[in-house]
């Protein structure tokens, strides 16, 4: 079983920049994506950005060019560095990862972690 671990959130100001990482465990297994959705109280989840493979990442148009997805391969982990950040931006954010285990692929989540932005 896959597990995700999501650290990093918090209270941040607006203007200010927060990192989140999330950490992929459990048994054997490769990573196919990596990403990080956001739910807004009374909105559905949506895509933040997902890293494919090592560096294809895309992102969604709110957050083009304030926060940057990477992957350390070597630590089975996803970042998002969000920078710029605004009241809008308060959510919890969900780690996604998309696996292959003994030749079947299987979709994970994190159990989130809440941002807020305000002043």
């Known amino acids: 079983q896959v597990q995700l671990v999501e650290s990093g959130g918090g209270l941040v100001h607006p203007g200010g920049s927060l990192t989140l990482s999330c950490a992929a465990s459990?048994?054997?297994?490769?990573?196919?994506?990596m990403g990080w959705y956001r739910q807004a109280p009374g909105k559905q989840r949506e895509l933040v950005a997902n890293?494919?493979?090592?560096?294809?990442?895309i992102y969604a148009d709110s957050v083009k060019g304030r926060f940057t997805a990477s992957r350390d391969n070597a630590k089975d982990t996803v970042y998002l560095q969000m920078s710029s950040l605004a009241p809008e931006d308060t959510a919890v954010y969900y780690c996604?990862?998309?696996?292959?285990?003994?030749?079947?692929?299987?979709?994970?989540w994190g159990q989130g972690t809440q941002v807020t932005v305000s002043s």
């Open positions: 996604k990862a998309i696996v292959v285990v003994r030749g079947y692929e299987y979709q994970y």
């Open positions: 459990g048994g054997i297994f490769s990573i196919v994506a």
């Open positions: 890293v494919v493979g090592d560096t294809n990442t």
